[in-house]
């Protein structure tokens, strides 16, 4: 397919009439600067697409049922993982296809052409597998498959209720496994993940310091060793006094000292950092996957993002627990949670830059490194993932880094129009192909779930 852009975003900046030809391989053919009007389709503005690294598409369908406080004492994380788990002891194989799909397709349309789905959810209610212990892992791929994002899966290892060892209870069943059959698991899971297109991804995910034992995690690191490797980390000021009180040292503090965290670690919050452990995370390279809408929604705190960037952090952006699905959202939010914390502005850009572009120039390169995805530039060999913005869809100037600053600060997804993941052209006129019959068959799922909660 040849794609004709007034203006495109390539890795040497923006440059005026290119044409970018998609080959059968789901990859980059050619890039070139020309007037030839010769396209299949022409967009005003086209910018490789963001990779979301961090989601559990199952919370979608709870968004927005926990915003009424509680009837004593102060609402939490906490208290909104109680109701978590109340949702998910309900969900069926059919209904957790059925609410990926509508966030993959939601995703799409929010101009991200990749996802990396941290999976935990692998039980029946009963605590007990299923027949196949990848049940639900093939409902994953089926959802990814049947929407054409480009998917990484992260099997996540889910063994402890704390930090002092305790039995998983309630909700935490459906999660639950031991090493050995987790490693069956992740075996069945390659297995499945056969079916879907060649730009599949698979990654390991120890859930956090609380549900993952030292061990565990350690022979996790060596199972896939060069796959991505996600972790929560840091969220909550409770889990940082867990940690500390039976390790003696804060949780991103007590990973640089016990492994190698590197480039293909991405460490999920990274929320509560002390300077010489925000410090220590940037120089490793490894990614902060930082969720700035959902860690508002859950009042979690804010990251140390200025000092972060500032000796050279690598950060990604993911929508966890999927309360918004948005890429512009996740981005502003993230500036204005610093302007909020700084009491200034512009405060992640470089000084004489533009902070949409910082934002996200950045968000790309962590979330492909994240993803273990070869995405994230518009040049020969990369991968398609590809997104168009339309900005007479917002009210921002609209050109060259204008378009960024455009699109994150004074408009919203409605801005995108197109978007193609690994050469899937899956979304066209700000809808995803498949948009009516998912959305349809989620509506359904949805009411259906609220009668039996
Ligand atoms: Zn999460």
């Given at each position: 397919m040849r794609i004709k852009a007034e203006q495109a975003l390539l890795p040497d900046g923006w440059a005026q009439d290119v044409v970018v030809e998609t080959g059968a391989d789901g990859r980059i053919a050619s890039v070139s600067k020309s007037a030839d009007p010769a396209a299949d389709i022409t967009v005003p503005a086209l910018l490789p697409a963001l990779s979301n690294l961090h989601s559990h598409t199952f919370q979608r369908a709870m968004a927005?049922?926990?915003e009424t406080r509680g009837p004593e004492g102060r609402d939490s994380f906490w208290t909104w993982r109680v109701l978590m788990y109340r949702f998910l002891d309900v969900l069926t194989p059919d209904e957790i296809e059925a609410i990926a799909a509508f966030a993959f397709t939601e995703m799409l349309e929010a101009g991200f052409g990749a996802v990396a789905e941290f999976h935990y959810l692998h039980h029946a209610p009963s605590g007990l597998p299923y027949d196949d212990l990848g049940e639900l892992a093939g409902r994953i791929a089926a959802a990814a498959g049947q929407t054409g994002i480009g998917l990484t899966l992260l099997p996540v290892h889910y063994r402890t209720g704390g930090l002092d060892g305790r039995a998983l209870a309630g909700g935490q069943r459906r999660f639950g496994n031991d090493l050995d059959r987790f490693v069956k698991l992740v075996e069945r899971s390659r297995e499945i993940l056969k079916a879907l297109p060649f730009d599949t991804h698979m990654g390991l995910a120890p859930h956090s310091l609380r549900a993952a034992p030292a061990e565990d995690i350690a022979a996790l690191e060596k199972l896939l060793p060069d796959a991505p490797f996600h972790l929560h980390a840091a969220e909550q000021e409770a889990e940082i006094e867990e940690v500390l009180a039976a390790t003696g040292r804060r949780p991103v503090e007590w990973l640089m000292d016990n492994f190698e965290?590197?480039?293909?670690w991405c460490l999920i919050h990274a929320t509560h950092m002390t300077g010489e452990e925000t410090s220590r995370l940037a120089r490793s390279g490894a990614v902060a996957g930082l969720c700035p809408v959902t860690e508002g929604n859950l009042g979690d705190g804010i990251f140390e993002g200025v000092a972060f960037l500032e000796e050279g952090g690598h950060f990604g952006v993911g929508s966890d627990s999927n309360i918004r699905i948005t890429a512009g959202e996740e981005l502003r939010q993230l500036e204005y949670s610093q302007r909020l914390k700084h009491k200034g502005r512009a405060v992640l850009a470089e000084p004489g830059g533009s902070v949409g572009r910082r934002l996200y120039d950045g968000a790309l390169k962590g979330g492909t490194r994240a993803l273990g995805r070869e995405s994230g530039a518009i040049r020969e060999g990369a991968l398609a993932d590809l997104v168009a913005l339309d900005p007479?869809?917002?009210?921002?100037?609209?050109?060259?880094?204008g378009l960024l600053n455009g699109w994150i600060f004074t408009g919203d997804d409605r801005a995108v129009t197109d978007v193609w993941s690994a050469g899937r052209h899956v979304v066209m006129g700000g809808r995803h192909l498949y948009r009516d019959a998912i959305a349809a068959r989620y509506r359904a799922v949805l009411a259906d779930v609220m009668g039996r909660l």
């Open positions: 927005g049922l926990t965290v590197g480039p293909r007479a869809r917002f009210a921002g100037s609209g050109k060259d880094d």
